[in-house]
């Protein structure tokens, strides 16, 4: 086992524990010492090692002995006895938002709810409001998340399934067999929602590379098998279907299946208007139409041996896929106008992180030295204000005492530094959660919402607007409070808040987490034209979750954007003079 399943065993061991109304000390004890472990950087050797376990913080003998247990089996009993006390479906409930242990230990034990199904039935009739500490509000709000839960079924955010579909094409590439692999479909299109995963693989043998497929770990079950086509059900649950095609068809094959439909009439409309035919497989004279003398197409059809040579056969630029969405694409392909996009080679640093002085997993020395492990040049903390007190928000005092540590810590950097930023809360009323003086004690400031989410559009509008005309402010977080299959965007008028952006010098964040990826692409043409830069952030909690910054690459890259429009792409001098530039500007008199 990883350590990342280890640690997600010990996760469940505290939920259990939690089930059972077991000692806090007892149940914090394995929770801590699941954080430990995700953070450990040592080898899977020493998982078997109780001596090494015992140096982690936070893990004791006994839980040492248990991940060496698990490491060496791959099971471990006392979880298996923790599990006999409850029926299996009972951990779904945790992921109906608002229920907690104690919620779920009441609703077994006084209603005998142990699934989603019973608990939905449970509400319909009204049982769920009776019981102490529910009412009428808890149990209205139960079933707005069962609907929501039951609308997404099916869905999955891009960053859940990302790491089975690389893992799948690394494998499928490496295998002898396999002359090219590509994952395909909405995934190589970096939507943010993905349904399926494609898999093509051109090869000579079918049968070989089906049966390694078909055999992989990651599948979890068969649903169909075909000489061509065969579909699975992976660990995650999503559905994955590998495509088999030959060299001469996988061009085609990877162009059809990686879509969108939309995309894909028009590249067919195209070849139609010059006699062709164009499917999965190949590119052809288009047959006479029935009764009608055979024509023959004025224009000779090309070799097509890849993607770039397909798109070349129509006069076209090479389209990349992420802006294979039918929305221009084909217009600036047509006249050389297409935009060359973000690379993640191009970013050299990020803001919008944290550490554990607020809700973060890692040390600030530790969080340092994983960017630069990334051959980032700088690396912006982030910490959550007062006001979130649910992510223990930090008082201007312990604030200040971070920005004194990043100073002393920068001292020991050669071409690399920190940088000292807060997210800060946009209050009700848009005021910052912090006064202007110790907003500009700091190098930048952040400003998100993180409450009252209930507004009015207009009133929600006024409330960005009022905050990111604060000179202190540098970037606006997470623009629409999305939380993707989970919760909604507040509802505000976007292209109000770009304007105003544009109009204050305010940096729009691309939050990368899987969770967010906000703002959304389609928005980035319109903050493009209107001038607006573009900041990625990883709004990392963890150190490995700085890795995050690819999802939010993908988001750039199907927003048009090149590396000219992203902030975080400039080298560490320049973003230095950037981040002032807002206040400066104010100072001047240029903004009023």
Known sequence: MTKGEIAAVLEEIATLLELKDENPFKIR??????????????????????????????????????????????????????????????????????????????????????????????????????????????????CHAIADRAKHFGSFQFGQIAGEAESLRNDLTAHPDALHACVAGSYRRRREIVRDLDLVVATKKPAAVTKFFLEHPL??????????????????????????????????????FTGSKEHNIELRNRALKRGWTLNEYRLAPAPAPSGARKKRSTTRIPQVRDEVELYRAFDLDFIPPELRENRGEFEAAANHSLPRLIEKENLRGTFHCHTTASDGHNTLEEM??????????????AEH??????????????????????????????????????????LRDGKLDFDDDLLSELDYAVVSIHSVFNLSEAEMTRRIIRAISNPFVTILAHPTGR???????????????????????????????????????????????????????????????????????????????????VRNCWPLGKIEKALGMKRQKWSDGVME
């Open 385 to 426: 204000s007062r006001s979130s007190i649910q992510a223990h928000g930090l008082d201007a005092a312990k604030l200040r005492a971070q920005v004194a540590a990043i100073r002393k810590l920068n001292k020991k950097f050669d071409g690399f530094q920190l940088f000292a930023g807060v997210e800060c809360d946009i």
């Open 219 to 256: 599948v979890e079950s068969v649903i169909a098998q075909g000489p061509t086509k065969s579909s699975v059900r992976l660990r995650s649950q999503i559905q994955c279907d590998l495509r088999v095609v030959s060299a001469a068809e996988y061009p085609f094959a990877l162009n059809y």
């Open 29 to 142: 004890a394995y929770a801590n010492a699941a954080r430990s472990l995700e953070t450990f950087g040592g080898n899977l050797s020493d998982l078997q090692d109780e001596e090494a376990l015992e140096k982690i913080p936070g893990i004791g003998k006994a839980i040492a002995a248990k991940i060496k247990e698990l490491a060496a089996t791959g099971s471990l009993k006392y979880l298996e006895e923790l599990r006999a006390d409850f029926p299996a479906a009972i951990l779904e409930l945790f992921s109906i938002p608002g229920l907690g242990a104690k919620k779920i230990k009441a609703l077994y034990e006084k209603l005998h709810i142990s699934s989603i199904a019973q608990l939905q039935k449970a509400c319909e009739s009204g049982r769920v409001a009776e019981l102490p500490g529910f009412g009428e509000t808890t149990q209205g709000k139960i």
């Open 483 to 565: 939380l993707l299959l989970q919760r909604e965007p507040y509802v505000v008028n976007l292209p109000a808040i770009i304007d105003a952006a544009a109009e204050t010098g305010t940096w729009i964040e691309i939050n990368a987490a899987p969770k967010r990826l906000d703002l959304d692409w389609r928005w980035w043409p319109l903050a493009k034209e209107k001038g607006v830069k573009c900041v990625i952030n990883p709004d990392a909690h963890r150190a490995e979750r700085l890795q995050d910054l690819w999802f939010g690459i993908g988001v750039a890259r199907k927003g048009w954007l090149t590396k000219e429009d």
């Open 368 to 381: 340092a030295q994983a960017a630069q492990a990334l051959g980032l040049e700088y690396l912006g903390i």
